[in-house]
């Protein structure tokens, strides 16, 4: 067994060598920290990581390690574990070059195109799984059969419409806001912003999308998900906390750490250095989405037509998940953020209200 390892937020990873050159590795649960406010059930949360990595090998080309076994109880080793196949290699988020490019470049200007290229199609391909439901992603071990069950973070849900989820969504990030934010922040008119939210996204929703189908998605799907090899080819999807069939507007989110940063709805900047870093991200989001677009016309192929209230691309850079967006930066509690998204917000519902007034008066 080797004696270096990995440790993150969740997993500790050792690598097993063999004497006929065969690797393996072991990925083990760390346990919670008192902080974190970990999953009521550390077991169901297991399970469903499992889950997903076991249905993207059967049903995509997405590259995920082969798993050869689990143990979701402790009672082994003292701590969940899975072994799965060995795959060597880095962080994606490890290898961030500011150098070559300071919007969050990857490698030299090729190896970012193509890394780029390779994230578009994994998040295409990833939403493409579709479920009746919205919650977390379970396999049945006696039929081996997946399923949607409930949120494996809170043990609700599942959810049969994305406005019920956005309901839950709501209340989860107060709690947390009450949890973790500075009491200055829970004084403000800001804290208020979730339920702010909510009539927001009811607002703008597509009504033909809230009864589903729901596609796989991440919240924080991006670099540190995935591991590459030095000419920054995609090794491995590895890192599937989190990964849950949710509303298009949050499959449509921009992948993590990537620059590819959706300025929220009537936000002005005004600095020089915004206003470059702006225009640079405009055109890095252009990309991105025509990455989108040629990825689903490929799995288009020979196959039914996909409705445009599912197509990825459609919603990419919509107000409806730009509204998603400001939610998750909403968990920064940082005073700066949340007076630009009550100013976005805010004026969002005014000219949603003003366009239903006008509707009215034409009548």
Not at 69 to 95: C, N
Not at 135 to 148: A, C, M, W
């Amino acid at each position: 067994m080797s004696k270096v390892f990995e440790v993150g937020m969740s997993h500790m990873l050792r690598d097993v060598h063999f004497n006929d050159g065969k690797a393996l590795t072991v990925r083990l649960r760390m346990p919670e920290l008192s902080f974190m406010n970990g999953p009521p059930d550390m077991k169901m949360e297991f399970r469903s990581e499992v889950a997903c990595m076991k249905l993207f090998k059967a049903r995509t080309s997405i590259p995920v390690p082969e798993v050869y076994h689990f143990e979701p109880e402790p009672h082994d080793i003292g701590a969940p574990y899975v072994i799965i196949e060995h795959l060597p290699g880095k962080h994606a988020y490890d290898m961030h070059n500011p150098a070559h490019d300071p919007l969050d470049g990857f490698g030299t200007p090729e190896q970012d195109r193509k890394f780029r290229r390779q994230l578009a199609a994994i998040q295409v391909e990833m939403t493409s799984l579709k479920f009746d439901k919205i919650g977390s992603l379970y396999q049945n071990p006696e039929t081996e059969e997946f399923s949607i069950g409930p949120d494996c973070k809170t043990g609700k849900g599942p959810w049969k419409s994305s406005l019920e989820y956005y309901h839950h969504l709501v209340n989860r990030r107060l709690e947390e806001c009450l949890r973790d934010a500075p009491e200055a922040t829970k004084d403000d008119l800001s804290f208020s912003l979730p339920i702010l939210f909510e009539r927001l996204i009811a607002m703008y929703v597509d009504e033909a999308s809230i009864s589903g189908p729901f596609g796989l998605t991440h919240f924080e799907f991006g670099p540190p998900n995935l591991i590459v090899n030095e000419q920054f080819d995609c090794l491995t999807f590895l890192d599937f906390r989190g990964l849950f069939s949710g509303p298009i507007e949050v499959q449509a989110l921009c992948p993590y750490f990537t620059g590819l940063d959706i300025v929220p709805p009537f936000h002005v900047k005004t600095r020089p250095s915004e206003i470059k870093r702006k225009k640079a991200g405009k055109r890095r989001l252009e990309e991105y989405k025509r990455l989108v677009q040629e990825h689903e016309r490929k799995m288009q192929a020979g196959g039914p037509p996909i409705k445009a209230e599912q197509r990825l691309s459609e919603m990419l850079f919509s107000e409806a998940s730009a509204i998603v967006t400001g939610l998750q930066c909403y968990r920064k509690h940082e005073d700066l953020i949340h007076e630009t998204l009550m100013l976005s917000f805010s004026r969002l519902l005014r000219r949603k209200l003003k366009e239903s007034i006008e509707e009215k008066n034409l009548k």
